[in-house]
């Protein structure tokens, strides 16, 4: 499974979890979430990949 940190500051602050496993949807997911998580930290917003096993 492909997890979604957001870190601000150098800090995780959420982690995003997509219910689908589809890249497509997932591109889609995270490119809302981003405008989201933009407008609630401020521009200073970076988001890593990682996966679970």
Same mark, same amino acid.
């Given at each position: ?6 870190? $601000?500051?150098?800090? $995780? %602050?959420?982690? *995003? ?20 998580? %933009? ?7 970076? $988001?890593?990949?990682?996966? *679970?096993?």
């Amino acid at each position: 499974m492909i997890v979604f940190d957001v870190i $601000v500051g150098g800090e $995780v %602050k959420e982690t *995003i979890r997509p219910k689908t496993a589809k890249l497509k949807e997932i591109y889609v997911i995270v490119g809302e979430q981003m405008k989201q998580m %933009k407008r609630k930290y401020g521009p200073d917003v970076d $988001v890593k990949r990682r996966m *679970i096993y």
